[in-house]
């Protein structure tokens, strides 16, 4: 009887767990069809009566998961974590959908746990970086990252973290990092970017040119490449060069101000003032409130007739970018050679003016002040006095700045026109 019992008993068991086997194969094939739903279903039923399986429970977490159901994952983790503690690939999801929450706390916790389990788990290594780096907690970050990099010396994810951390803080050694990463993988977009940016930050950019070549060459349409490319040549003071790279990304569809902006400038640079205009109206429509646009805007304007739009423009760099004295005396310069060209003498004298004293080392206001005195206002006397305070301030100049050939062809031209109007006024008997 007693053999009888047992035999039952043993039937019993087989019973439930070939049932429960064959439950957890229909799931796995729901799941690979990609049935999410009816695997959410069908394992919460068998969790409900009593399931306490791996897999059930896993499976229903990855359809959730795929289903983008992250609270109902997170729920069915949390009581998978209590059944299967030690288990790495629970914790591991569980800590993706943590992140993926946005708790970036209980995401840390379990990425920790892993890394605590097993110190060779890069990509909890990785996400810990990521986490610490995005709390700017950048000492844990490089910590985590240094992990990584002796586990894996060239790993990129990690050297390309690593790069963005000490770029942030301006440390040169991003530069390192950068490289490593580029020099396993050129063809490697975003290390290409981050170094050739690199470079151009440390006013070397030069060295960006043929990094920009290289990706153009295998991704030739690429507008973020084409408009790095274009201020690289911008920033190596060619803006010949530039133009065309600019002018590639327009047509390639970028409606960017960043691009319009600098290419308006090349245009500016290489004195093609209609090229500059056209592309400089685009950009300060995209960005009203950029100094520098509303400036080379300006100075372009004041090259056909449309002065006043140009005195506007002017205006409002001033008003914007509240600049150093070398800039704000340049402006007011400008403003000056506008005012003249309109025969405003007055006007264009008061802001000649405004520029010496903004920046007493602006010699050529000096000069500009006085030439309008003589030859449009015809005050003999007073012109007198700013040809002598050129002259007296360009002595007290270096040698070497004296030496210049404009200066000294001005020089010329100021000690004849000395002579000439003390004469005249010698005879004047003034």
Known sequence: MSSLRISFV???????SSHILTAQEAILDLYYSGNYKQVIKKSSGSIASGDTAFNTHYLK????????MTEEAISTLENARALFPRHASIRRMLAGQYESAGDFVKAWNNYLYLVQSDSTDVASWLK???????????????????????IDSLNLNSLMMMGDILNRHNNSGAVIYYKRAYSIYPDNQKAAYALGNWYIQANQPHKT?????????????????????GYTYYKAGEPHHAIPQFGDAVNMGDSTAFTFKFKGICHYLTVDFTGAIESLQVAVKKDSMDAEVHFFLGTSL???TAKKEAMDHLDKSLELMMPEPGIESRIYSEQGNIMRLEMEHEKAYELYSLAWETDTTNLMSLYLMASILDNSMHRSKEALVDYQRYIDQLDLLPKPETKKSQSLSIRTIVEDRIVALKEELFFLDQ
Request: aromatic share 10%; with cysteine; hydrophobic share 50%.
């Open 209 to 229: 040119i043929p990094i920009c070549e290289h990706i153009l060459d295998i991704d030739s349409t690429n507008i973020k490449f084409r408009k790095l490319f």
């Open 10 to 16: 043993t039937g019993i068991v087989l019973f439930f």
């Open 128 to 150: 810990l970086a990521d986490i610490a780096s995005f709390r700017q907690h950048y000492k844990q970050a490089i910590h985590a990252l240094e992990q990584v990099l002796m």
């Open 302 to 304: 004041a090259t056909t």
């Open 61 to 68: 977490a990855l359809s959730e998961v795929q289903l983008g």
